[in-house]
């Protein structure tokens, strides 16, 4: 009976058919892999609504073309030469009332549209609470009440964060009840000032290390509370990285989360985190998440569960990464395959106690940084080094919660997913994490870092290789003339020192006396 049900269900592609696609946070790093895979493997997509606002002199036409133009969607260009055609830019923005559409273009949408998936927010952990509010809480309910106009609604996809619910050890896919009722938290924020909010935004997210995570919790609770009767599904992805396999191997484009850290380490310009090296490092490659993502839209649409799914899209209880071992791939990989013009030999390395990592910055990088520093102004140039590590320090400061704590995530509903696709589907859209090989994962990160945001030519890495074994040679130098010049100043200051100074040149001449005769005895 089961399998019956399963040849009735349609395939992903056949499902997409015909239908009519409206998607926010399009320019994101995680829309615009979706967009290129929704096109891509369901080419009988018969039009795609993107909200877009104008942004640095660009209309949203432009910053549509510019992505569609861009090496990403190489393979979807040549595939699909009416692609301009599929797409149609939408001006608006989830902080407006009514998103901030025309008449006309809401009217095209709620007519139209089938599929909404929802990925756009503020991804900064540190945002002000007030736009945090506005960009995660108040776009939800601006998205309830677009969808309910929908004539032709089938499945509502709401982006959220596994981390959502990270005051919790165990984080199962449910929707949990947030500490404060969304409503109230909004309508604060309209008559609370600036002061009055910073004030209160560390009491209000509690025991959250972040304005994030709490929103997006507020959020997925609005959803349901407001969504009620719609076809709703929300897909909560863990750390995003660059993609594994699509539509290329470690294409990334931004410097968030992991890949700035990457990107600092790769240069030479960090080198110790606070963090756990057994903890989980609960990395889910972008590809990874938008497939479920697509997989959930059809999933909704085509068995309307009568209650809302949650899909935690992670990895950590399935194929278990360790911060220790990330940190050794990221090592190897930049001594291997090194950056250009590179501050220091690569050397990354997590530790647990905050005293050590407070002790090790200052020594291992704010000490270099000033020195660095010092040798750019006596040469005429602009210092950076100092600057750097105080904007690395911040960047640093908000993601150390997450390398120093463990979660357990449940995964049930992935499973279930899974095994309502069939065969070809789970190949074609593989959101599985067994199929990651994290070393080949990381190699390819480390790599599309390279080329993909710190653009750097592949083609120029025997250069980049010959200045890495130079600046090897001269670390070298430097530590033996510092360990030297250590040792002769305490020699001179410190008693103990200088009676073990002789000591020690006591046996080399005790040793060099008698090797001269066992040479002539033997």
Not at 396 to 407: H, I, K, P, Q, Y
Request: glycine share 4%; with cysteine.
């Amino acid at each position: 009976m089961a399998e019956d049900i399963s040849q009735q269900r349609p395939s992903i592609p056949s499902f997409y058919r015909n239908k009519c696609i409206f998607v926010t946070g399009f320019t994101g790093f995680m829309g615009k892999v979706l967009l290129e895979k929704l096109l891509r493997s369901c080419p009988g997509i018969k039009r795609c609504y993107l909200l877009v606002r104008p942004k640095k002199g660009q209309t949203p036409q432009e910053r549509i073309d510019s992505i569609i133009n861009s090496k990403l969607y190489d393979k979807l260009r040549a595939s699909m030469p009416d692609l301009k055609e599929r797409v149609v830019a939408v001006c608006g923005d989830i902080v407006e009332p009514r998103l901030g559409l025309s008449i006309e273009d809401e009217q095209s949408i709620t007519a139209e549209t089938n599929i909404v998936f929802h990925s756009a927010a503020t991804v900064k952990f540190d945002e002000e609470l007030k736009l945090s509010v506005q960009m995660n809480v108040l776009g939800v309910r601006r998205i309830v009440e677009l969808a309910r106009k929908m004539k032709n609604l089938e499945a509502l996809i709401h982006v959220s964060t596994a981390y959502a619910n990270c005051d919790k050890e165990s984080v199962k896919e449910i929707v949990y009840d947030p500490p404060l009722h969304p409503n109230k938290i909004i309508d604060a924020m309209e008559w609370m000032d600036k002061d009055a909010i910073q004030a209160l935004t560390s009491k209000l997210i509690g025991s959250r290390p972040n304005t994030y995570t709490y929103t997006k919790a507020m959020a997925e609770f609005l959803l349901v509370e407001e969504g009620a009767g719609l076809p709703v599904a929300i897909v909560r992805p863990s750390i995003v990285g660059a993609s594994w396999e699509e539509p290329m191997p470690g294409w990334v484009d931004n410097l968030n989360g992991p890949t700035g850290l990457l990107a600092a380490v790769g240069k030479g310009l960090l080198f110790v985190m606070h963090g756990d090296v057994y903890c989980t490092a609960d990395m889910i490659p972008v590809d990874t998440a938008t497939n479920a993502m697509i997989a959930a839209a059809w999933y909704t649409a085509v068995e309307r569960p009568k209650d809302v799914l949650v899909y935690n899209c992670t990895s950590g209880q399935i194929n278990r990464l360790t911060w220790g071992a990330m940190a050794c791939c990221i090592r190897e990989n930049f001594i291997i395959n090194p950056c250009h013009n590179i501050a220091r030999v690569p050397k990354p390395r997590f530790t647990p106690s905050m005293f050590w990592r407070d002790t090790m910055w200052f020594f291992d990088q704010l000490i270099p940084a000033y020195i660095m520093d010092f040798y750019l102004r006596i040469t005429g140039k602009r210092p950076m080094f100092v600057k750097i590590q105080d904007r690395l320090s911040k960047a640093v400061t908000t993601l150390e919660f997450f390398t120093s704590n463990e979660w357990h995530f449940h995964n049930d509903n992935i499973f279930m997913l899974l095994g309502k696709m069939t065969e070809e589907d789970k190949r074609t859209f593989c959101f599985d994490p067994r199929s990651i090989d994290w070393k080949k994962y990381m190699l390819n990160y480390c790599l599309g870092v390279k080329q993909f945001v710190l653009k750097e030519d592949i083609s120029e890495l025997p250069r980049a290789r010959i200045a890495l074994q130079r600046l090897q040679r001269i670390q070298s130098l430097l530590k033996v003339v510092a360990c030297v010049l250590v040792w002769r100043l305490l020699v001179k200051r410190v008693p103990v020192f200088h009676s073990l100074w002789n000591l020690l040149l006591g046996w080399v001449q005790v040793l060099f006396m008698k090797v001269p005769r066992l040479a002539r005895s033997s």
